[in-house]
T-cell receptor, first 112, second 114 residues
Framework: SQKIEQNSEALNIQEGKTATLTCNYTNYSPAYLQWYRQDPGRGPVFLLLIRENEKEKRKERLKVTFDTTLKQSLFHITASQPADSATYLCALEGYNTDKLIFGTGTRLQVFP | ETGVTQSPTHLIKTRGQQVTLRCSSQSGHNTVSWYQQALGQGPQFIFQYYREEENGRGNFPPRFSGLQFPNYSSELNVNALELDDSALYLC?????????????FGPGTRLTVL
């Protein structure tokens, strides 16, 4: 069955540094890979989507890479701020399914 | 805010009871998906409704059922509640019009089963 792995341990970094989160998957060939942010007690908020034929996507301080050979995506937040502290979820989606398969998420804590 | 609303925000039930959760989709959206998120886990797909018909289901037993109404709002019903049903239930709405359709999540309903 499909499996998505994200670092289960929290990532603690200092303000201003770049945070890098990892998403690895097996037994799946996604059409799209998405990253969401989730704050405690809230629903996930969409951040970025990258298609299977794309290598990299950027949006402001966010950058996502997608390696379909390694079955891995990296999510970078540059110049991190305490307000970036949240749980970040990776999600895969197949063609014409609208069904998102989520990883367990990685909690990011940015210290001043 | 996404414009997707869910009610109630919190709910406490006992084992064996039945529960109905509600979701109002964002204006103009015709598709609603439901997810279950246990503590410390990622959301798991329960099912999706498109134009009032079930359009895909995850690995959940038949006691999880749903409805979508003509105004595209939706209900999730869970019968014979079990302790493991305690979770945050999320709905997400989208406008199905192409290969990729961004989903907008509501704030969730926290269900506790005692």
């Amino acid at each position: 069955s499909q499996k998505i792995e994200q670092n289960s341990e929290a990532l603690n970094i200092q303000e201003g540094k770049t945070a890098t989160l990892t998403c690895n998957y097996t037994n799946y060939s996604p059409a799209y890979l998405q990253w969401y942010r989730q704050d405690p007690g809230r629903g996930p908020v969409f951040l970025l989507l990258i298609r299977e034929n794309e290598k990299e996507k950027r949006k402001e301080r966010l950058k996502v890479t997608f390696d379909t050979t390694l079955k891995q995506s990296l999510f970078h937040i540059t110049a991190s701020q305490p307000a970036d502290s949240a749980t970040y979820l990776c999600a895969l989606e197949g063609y014409n399914t609208d069904k998102l398969i989520f990883g367990t998420g990685t909690r990011l804590q940015v210290f001043p | 805010e996404t414009g997707v609303t869910q009610s109630p925000t919190h709910l406490i039930k006992t084992r064996g009871q039945q529960v109905t959760l509600r979701c109002s989709s964002q204006s103009g959206h015709n598709t609603v998906s439901w997810y279950q998120q246990a503590l410390g886990q990622g959301p798991q797909f329960i099912f999706q409704y498109y134009r009032e018909e079930e359009n895909g289901r995850g690995n959940f037993p038949p006691r999880f059922s749903g409805l979508q109404f003509p105004n595209y709002s939706s209900e999730l019903n869970v019968n014979a509640l079990e302790l493991d049903d305690s979770a945050l239930y999320l709905c997400a709405s989208s406008l199905k019009q192409g290969a990729y359709n961004e989903q907008f999540f509501g704030p969730g309903t926290r269900l506790t089963v005692l």
